[in-house]
């Protein structure tokens, strides 16, 4: 496929590359409900915020400090620092409080590539702000689901890059071996299970998860890359990168579009179903590491 077609080309879907968030959900119309964007303050999540209000959705967005919630413009704004397990919990009970049923949850929030071992909690930064952060998050949110709700976590082609394990559960400090883009290719991996393990539990309802690619986009996320490597994903970017409006449109195409309504259990890039690496697809690597989650949260304070 030449660069022009990949470019220009729209899957089954009807989207394709190209497609931005404003097109995906034209004429949806998201009155009366309500919709949790985490990371809502920058990048593809405020982009989300923003057509998502567009199309008269009520938006919870969380931010690490409500300040940061509220300036995005959320409906209602929530502090979610994903690498403090009270703060997350203290973000489920308010939305607790609120009372309405979530008729999404878009995981959005993530941190890339940090080039030096950082922990929380004794865990490897990545596998647990991007992870466990919101594994706290939406099985605290679980029963506050619409009958028909979604859940989308935010993967990555990076995913691919996860070690060839594809969870090191002797290693999730990261102590014993610590590569940045495979912490971070290992949390964006776990993000994909726990969509894919979220829609075997979902089986019988009406319920779904999804995880996406976004695809390539120049937002904050690159902060913690070097000089070097910013020039090289700069001049990849120049020939292949997407827009932000074009980076949020495959999340809310899985979060909002009808057409998407009884999908789960799927990997979506460029608004379409995509293939990802097989062993996402193995049920046991994604139990276990809901199982071995479960027991990390229960030993946090
Ligand atoms: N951009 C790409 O090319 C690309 C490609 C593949 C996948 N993705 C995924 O897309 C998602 C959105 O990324 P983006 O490109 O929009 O990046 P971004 O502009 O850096 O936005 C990331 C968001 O996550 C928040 N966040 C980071 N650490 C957090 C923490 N500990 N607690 C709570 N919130 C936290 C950030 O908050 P602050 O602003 O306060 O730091 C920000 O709101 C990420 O999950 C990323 O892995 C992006």
Redesign the pocket.
Known sequence: MSLYELFTSKGPSGFGYASTAEQVTEGVSLEGKTILV??????????SLRVLKLRGARVVG????VD?ARA?GSSVPLA?????PA?VRACVESVRRDGVRLDAIL??????ALPKLAQ?HGFE?QFF??HI?HFILVTGLLDLLADDGRVVM?????HQMAPKAGIEFDNLSGEKRYGSWRA?GQ??FA?LLFAKELARRFVGTKHVANA????????????HLHAGISVIVGLVGWVG??S?PQ??AT?LYAAVHPATATTSGHYFADCNVAKNRPDADDPAIAKRLWEVSEEIVARLA
Do not use: F, W
């Open positions: 985490t990371g809502c303050n920058s990048g593809l999540g405020l982009e969380t931010a690490r400090t940061k995005a979610c620092e994903l690498s403090d703060s995981c959005n929030a993530g941190i890339m929380a930064l702000t991007n952060g935010l993967s990555s082609a990076a971070y949390s964006k993000n996406v690619h976004p695809g390539v986009i120049s937002t904050n996320l690159s902060r990168q997407k932000v980076g949020a999340q």
